[in-house]
């Protein structure tokens, strides 16, 4: 079982709907949660951290339930601008910091 | 915010020569950085775990003879692929976390290193 897993997609939507990642980790003493954007040929960017009363910015809706050891992340009103791949990164601090990315889930918006 | 800075951007080499990545944090001091590896469509893959004056964590599978890797100061570290193939074109890119942004505070990645071996 991979370490931090996530939907496959790729999703195909159209604007202005509504999106919802979802992905597990297996590791019970992960401590911090992350949702990164990646644009084709890009480096990963910070989307939003994930807290464990869940948070929201704007269109965005990131939530974590520890005991499922699950994370989501829901894209309202969904644009154009919003096609990319997006990661789910949880860290470990196992002596050290470990971060595991997940493998990603491409999204195309469409007009 | 913090900025890792990363080049070159892009790099063209012949097989069997040496190529550096540099990777400086600009407004920050990171005593780790981290170094990943992408395939095309598929994930970052972590090689290895750059922490300033001490060697570097290799991951398993990752040659550590043949992606050096140094980290001589908190704002610098460089990865050097020696005597590059042309299995090992990818793209590369470092991350560093501001230590202090507390435990929630994400990752900032350089924009990334494209290799091409030919």
């Known amino acids: 079982r991979k370490e931090v897993e996530q939907d496959p997609g790729p999703f195909n939507v159209p604007e202005g709907a509504t999106v919802a990642f979802n992905c597990t980790y297996s590791n019970s003493a992960s401590q911090s949660f992350f949702w990164y954007r990646q644009d084709c040929r890009k480096e990963p960017k910070l989307l939003m951290s994930v807290y464990s009363s869940g948070n929201e910015d704007g269109r965005f809706t990131a939530q974590l339930n520890r005991a499922s050891q699950y994370i989501s992340l829901l894209i309202r009103d969904s644009k154009l601008s919003d096609s990319a791949t997006y990661l789910c990164v949880v860290t470990l601090n196992t002596g050290g910091f470990k971060t595991i990315f997940g493998a990603g889930t491409r999204l195309f918006v469409k007009a | 915010g913090a900025v890792v800075s990363q080049h070159p951007s892009w790099v063209i080499c012949k097989s069997g020569t040496s190529v550096k990545i540099e990777c400086r944090s600009l407004?920050?001091?990171?005593?780790?950085m981290f170094w990943y590896r992408q395939f095309p469509k598929q994930s970052l893959m972590l090689m290895a775990t750059s922490n300033e004056g001490s060697k570097a964590t290799y991951e398993q599978g990752v040659e550590k003879d043949k992606f050096l890797i140094n980290h001589a100061s908190l704002t610098l570290s460089t990865l050097t692929v020696t005597s590059a193939h042309p299995e090992d074109s990818s793209f590369y890119i470092c991350?560093?976390?501001?230590?202090?942004?507390?435990?929630?505070?994400?990752?900032?990645f350089g924009s990334g290193t494209r290799l091409t071996v030919v």
């Open positions: 991350s560093a976390r501001a230590l202090d942004l507390g435990a929630m505070g994400g990752y900032t």
């Open positions: 407004d920050f001091q990171a005593t780790t």
